[in-house]
């Protein structure tokens, strides 16, 4: 892909009138994300394409959670799809989500195929729910986690989230972020503990529960997490940061200094680096005084 074929997301909120929220909001949605390679962070021509359906539909009065719903069923029908933005044509009529492939038009919550718009009213309506389910409460702390002002309501809509289906991850990562963010590491870390009961192999809850540990000394057990945030996730560049730094103040200074070394390979351009070779270097002289 040649860099032209790239666009950073400065480029595509100047081409489509979008802000930064919004693409951080639809990318956590999961509707549209951006690609990343070799720690950089880009769209390409098919993501603009996509992009740019969201915002329309959306602007026709489709929430974005009903899309992303939409979106999520049309992706397991039409498993030959991988990017169903892009590749087929989304239509609605200000309340219903219907995709167009091959001139035929699909309603993907029910999989019923309808006629189209200009031969008949849609028939088969998106189905309605007697109460907001667990993604509709996921979608509302979102929407209130973008606001710094409704941060509790965020926590609150997580929990109601949470009430209906306990195990959904990332409402428990997103949650305990939140508490983090408030101070409350004590409720950070029972989110993050919940969420890894529900998938221990996560390496994001590792390294989240990891770092809350680390600030309240509980050093050997933030390695611990640690460890394992790295040994899932080894291009994980903050977990070998992090999990360098705990080493250090617990004296393993060979095993800081492979994470030092990790994170600077990973992460050369992030502005902590020139922290990480100080310490680097600090470290190969102190091994080096030791031989």
Same mark, same amino acid.
């Given at each position: 892909?040649?860099?032209?074929?790239?666009?950073?997301?400065?480029?595509?909120?100047?081409?489509?009138?979008?802000?930064?929220?919004?693409?951080?909001?639809?990318?956590?949605?999961?509707?549209?994300?951006?690609?990343?390679?070799?720690?950089?962070?880009?769209?390409?021509?098919?993501?603009?394409?996509?992009?740019?359906?969201?915002?329309?539909?959306?602007?026709?009065?489709?929430?974005?959670?009903?899309?992303? *719903?939409?979106?999520?069923?049309?992706?397991?029908?039409?498993?030959?799809?991988?990017?169903?933005?892009? /590749?087929?044509?989304?239509?609605?009529?200000?309340?219903?989500?219907?995709?167009?492939?091959?001139? !035929?038009?699909?309603?993907?919550?029910?999989?019923?195929?309808?006629?189209?718009?200009?031969?008949?009213?849609?028939?088969?309506?998106?189905?309605?729910?007697?109460?907001?389910? $667990?993604?509709?409460?996921?979608?509302?702390?979102?929407?209130?986690?973008?606001?710094?002002?409704?941060?509790?309501?965020?926590? /609150? $809509?997580?929990?109601?989230?949470?009430?209906?289906?306990?195990?959904?991850?990332?409402?428990?990562?997103?949650?305990?972020?939140?508490?983090?963010?408030?101070?409350?590491?004590?409720?950070?870390?029972?989110?993050?503990?919940?969420?890894?009961?529900?998938?221990?192999?996560?390496?994001?809850?590792?390294?989240?529960?990891?770092?809350? &540990? /680390?600030?309240?000394?509980?050093?050997?057990?933030? *390695?611990? @997490? &640690? *460890?394992? $945030?790295?040994?899932?996730?080894?291009?994980?560049?903050?977990?070998?940061?992090?999990?360098?730094?705990?080493?250090?103040?617990?004296?393993?200074?060979?095993?800081?200094? *492979? @994470?030092?070394?990790?994170?600077?390979?990973?992460?050369?351009?992030?502005?902590?680096?020139?922290?990480?070779?100080?310490?680097? $270097?600090?470290?190969?002289?102190?091994? !080096?005084?030791?031989?």
């Amino acid at each position: 892909m040649s860099a032209k074929d790239r666009f950073s997301s400065e480029d595509v909120q100047r081409v489509l009138g979008l802000t930064g929220k919004q693409l951080e909001y639809w990318d956590r949605l999961r509707l549209v994300s951006p690609r990343k390679e070799l720690g950089d962070r880009y769209y390409d021509f098919r993501d603009l394409i996509g992009l740019r359906t969201v915002k329309q539909l959306i602007e026709e009065g489709v929430p974005a959670n009903r899309l992303r *719903r939409a979106l999520a069923a049309l992706r397991e029908k039409l498993a030959h799809v991988h990017v169903p933005l892009s /590749e087929l044509r989304v239509l609605s009529d200000g309340g219903d989500v219907v995709v167009e492939s091959e001139g !035929a038009r699909l309603e993907p919550l029910s999989g019923q195929f309808v006629l189209n718009f200009e031969t008949r009213e849609l028939g088969e309506k998106v189905r309605v729910m007697t109460g907001p389910n $667990a993604d509709d409460w996921l979608a509302t702390a979102l929407e209130y986690e973008a606001e710094e002002s409704s941060r509790a309501e965020a926590i /609150e $809509a997580y929990d109601h989230a949470l009430s209906l289906d306990p195990q959904k991850v990332d409402a428990l990562l997103n949650c305990g972020t939140l508490c983090y963010e408030e101070g409350n590491l004590k409720k950070a870390a029972e989110y993050f503990m919940r969420a890894l009961q529900v998938d221990p192999e996560n390496a994001l809850a590792h390294f989240n529960l990891g770092s809350v &540990l /680390e600030e309240v000394g509980r050093l050997e057990a933030a *390695r611990l @997490h &640690l *460890r394992n $945030a790295v040994r899932l996730d080894p291009g994980y560049p903050d977990a070998h940061y992090n999990l360098a730094f705990v080493c250090e103040k617990l004296g393993a200074q060979n095993e800081a200094q *492979r @994470h030092w070394q990790a994170y600077v390979t990973l992460d050369p351009a992030s502005p902590w680096c020139g922290y990480a070779r100080q310490r680097l $270097a600090s470290s190969r002289m102190k091994s !080096a005084g030791t031989t």
